[in-house]
């Protein structure tokens, strides 16, 4: 199973608890002042971010507070994985918010969900600080970092050291109303997100998406390459302080039950020498992170693209054949003709 | 790519004097001491220092050299990134930039040539330096 952290506002939080749906937006207002869909690439974001979710994942929420600092709340599950629905749930004059999901208290700790606890996120800062959070660095939008509403956390650690704030501060930090909670069914015009995956082979955020869809379906086909996954994330910090994202991290055992994590590069069309020399760059960068046991873990490279070239297959082979510091996979995609699915291949 | 030495026996003449095979320079290198040999492999660990005022010498990274008595090979150069892997998470926690890999051997392999150059081009780590020896 999964988890993630979803950031919402205060005044959509209050709707969404009770209902217990997200939804993440598709536009946003532009400097103008004018409401303006976001691009091609950045709906695939969106749909990446949110396509690997399966029913049972662990939910996390950032409610974004109008006045004062923001809070996590939780802990729910997902009772309904992610789909496309365009009925109007929340008060927005302009956005219906329509890549959503639903969820319900998570049944173990719903004492926590029916009295709204929550945390400071800036104590969930500090365990970003502390490394007990490694898979991210901030849930703030900064400059220079991709907008993300949804986030996966990895449902190991990060999940329960979560858990844990929101038992240690749950006398303090709890409303003192039940929550009245009124879920809602999936209407007709529901469709399965996997459905907007559009236009692979065009878009790096779409080819991304169908990945994360796939190793959510644990699809034998990837599960064939890469082998078998316990954990996958995207967009993870190599290093807190380097502020680069891993496209994919895939965390699974290896056969003397020591971790595996497979770092994924994932290019559009072509993969070049650079491309390879990043990947490396970042296997190294993942190999001096406190999570990772340099002893016994095995970090494995792998560059999806669907074209390489000669020098970074040699270069990949020669490496491998040698057997020393983790191997590296070069994946061949091939889009189909309307662009909706790919095959996968290892190349090396 | 490859440099030349003139010396005999280089495995004796560094174990001698680290200085002595034109390899390190003192104005570049700083002090250099040797902390661990393996006569059996022919393999140098040799820490860099530098003089601290407050605390003395402080360690600036490490040399790890390999001698091989004969041509470099495909399966020499595996053993020798097995060996250097071994040195960087024992001495470095795993951070290749700490560890300065050396080889010096008779002759190369075309095909290690070919490796090593690709190598360096591609690892964001302190190249691997490849010396010849010859009288």
Known sequence: MGAFICSISERDWEISRAKGIYGNKIGNIGQSGKYR????????????????????????????ANDGPSRIHGIYIVREPPFYDATRIWKDSYEIFPYRFLFEPYPKYRYLCEYD???????????????????????????NIEARSVRKIEDGGEAKETLRLLHRDYRMRRQEQKVNF????LTRNARPLREFIKDIGRFENSIKALLMYKLGQKDPALVEILGPISDFMNEVFIAQTTRKCMDILCIGNSENQNK??????????????????QLLFYMDLFKRREIVNIHSDLIIGSLIGKKFDSEVIDFSRKRNAQNVNGSILLIEYTPNEQGTDASFRRIT | MVKKLSILDPYKTLCKDLYSADIFDQAIDGLLFLVEKDDGEQTL???????????????????????????????????FRGLLEKVVKQKAKGNYMEVEPIIVAQKYDDSVIEFVEQYNKMQKRK?????????
């Open chain 1, 260 to 277: 595996k994590y497979i770092i994924c590069e994932v290019k559009t069309d072509r993969c070049t020498t650079k491309d390879l020399s």
């Open chain 2, 45 to 79: 660990l040799i820490e860099k220092k530098f003089v601290n005022n407050s605390e003395g010498y402080l360690n600036s990274g490490y040399y790890f050299i390999q001698c091989i008595n004969s041509v470099c090979s495909d399966e020499q150069i595996k053993k």
């Open chain 1, 182 to 185: 009124s879920p809602i069914s």
């Open chain 1, 37 to 64: 869909k976001f691009s091609a690439q950045t709906q695939f974001s969106i749909i990446r971010d949110l396509v690997g979710m399966q029913k049972g994942d662990k939910v996390f929420f950032h409610v974004l």
């Open chain 2, 127 to 135: 190249p691997i330096q490849l010396f010849i020896y010859e009288e």
């Open chain 1, 117 to 143: 606890a929550n945390i400071e996120v800036v104590e969930f800062y500090e365990l970003i600080e502390q490394r007990k959070i490694w898979s991210l660095a901030t849930l703030e939008n900064e400059m």
